[in-house]
């Protein structure tokens, strides 16, 4: 189980929500995937939508390549 930065382990899809954004923001990626994972189990279609938008964003941020400083 996850804890968050004061040590406590979040209750709500919400707060394992709040969580992957602190992860995000801190470059723990992977960390951060696991708390939005739990957010999106959320019955709130909006805040599961966010969740698994988040999750996408980090995937692309991760496997992102700039072609131009590949090729000199």
Known sequence: MDINHSGIAPGSPEEWYDL????RKNGRFGE???AFI?????????LRA??????D???EINGFVNADLMNP
Not at 50 to 55: G, Y
């Open 57 to 59: 964003l980090i995937r």
């Open 32 to 34: 951060a995937i696991n």
């Open 38 to 46: 739990a957010a999106a189990e959320s019955p709130d279609n909006a």
């Open 20 to 23: 992957g954004v602190f992860y």
């Open 50 to 55: 966010k969740a698994l938008a988040s999750i």
